[in-house]
């Protein structure tokens, strides 16, 4: 069985500041792991994904998150926020080479604040 | 290049009635899920084809169903809809194993 816990319902930063969203997950094989991006009234847009390549993983709209495997965690960060930003991240993960289905965290909204 | 496309975008209907939700994945895509989003429950799966078989289902009634046609585009039914199957529906495809999914805008379905 797989699943995502992703730790805070609601983050709240200032513009230019470092946006830290965490999530941690268990899988009893080999994960896939991916961070999504939900605007308001939109589905949901794929910002970045670990498929057991490089640990460090850049994706899109200058995001990055690192797969660590001793603390089962898979955090996103931006160095430098923007109000664009504002929206709710997912976090989700898959097992390996059965990866048809994406178990999704409860969901992380970021506020961005001018 | 196309998203994955939905149709329609907002639907209403009665309880008791039955719906039917279409998805047009990316070109060349043959893997295509369905998700529900609630308030509630969050991102739940429903069920998961490929090349026109169901391969995958989510815990959900018998009332939810799907087909894939041939050219990959893919329809999810409700029968004898309730109250509580208000919500979101996303359809994903994407073209194979080890690929992430593209999300189209999902159907907003509400049942009153």
């Known amino acids: 069985a797989q699943s995502v816990t992703q730790l805070g319902s609601h983050v709240s930063v200032s513009e230019g500041a470092l946006v830290l969203l965490r999530c941690n997950y268990s899988s009893s094989v080999p994960p896939y792991l991916f ?9 949901l847009q794929l910002l970045l994904k670990y498929t057991s390549a490089a640990t460090l993983v850049k994706g899109i709209n200058g ?3 690192e797969f660590k495997k001793s603390e089962t965690s898979f955090h996103l960060t931006k160095p430098s926020a ?3 930003d504002a929206a709710e991240y997912f976090c989700a ?6 990866d048809y289905k994406l178990s999704f965290g409860a ?8 | 290049k196309a998203g994955v496309t939905q149709t329609p975008r907002y639907l209403i209907k009665t309880r008791g009635q ?3 939700l279409s998805c047009s994945p990316i070109s060349g895509h043959r893997s295509v899920s369905w998700y529900q989003q609630t308030p509630g429950q969050g991102l739940q ?3 998961e084809y490929f090349s026109e078989t169901q391969r995958n289902k989510g815990n959900f009634p018998g009332r939810f169903s799907g087909r894939q046609f041939s050219n990959s585009r893919s329809e999810m039914n409700v029968s004898t809809l309730e109250l509580g199957d208000s919500a979101l529906y996303l359809c994903a495809s994407r073209p194979g194993q080890g690929y992430g999914y593209t999300f189209g805008s999902g159907t907003r379905l509400t049942v009153v």
């Open chain 1, 93 to 98: 993960v898959s097992q390996g080479a059965n």
């Open chain 1, 107 to 114: 969901g992380t909204t970021v506020t961005v604040r001018a």
């Open chain 2, 18 to 20: 039955q719906v039917t």
């Open chain 1, 35 to 43: 961070w999504y991006v939900q605007y308001p009234n939109q589905g």
């Open chain 1, 82 to 84: 923007h109000m664009s």
């Open chain 1, 63 to 65: 995001f990055e998150a």
């Open chain 2, 45 to 47: 799966f429903l069920f």
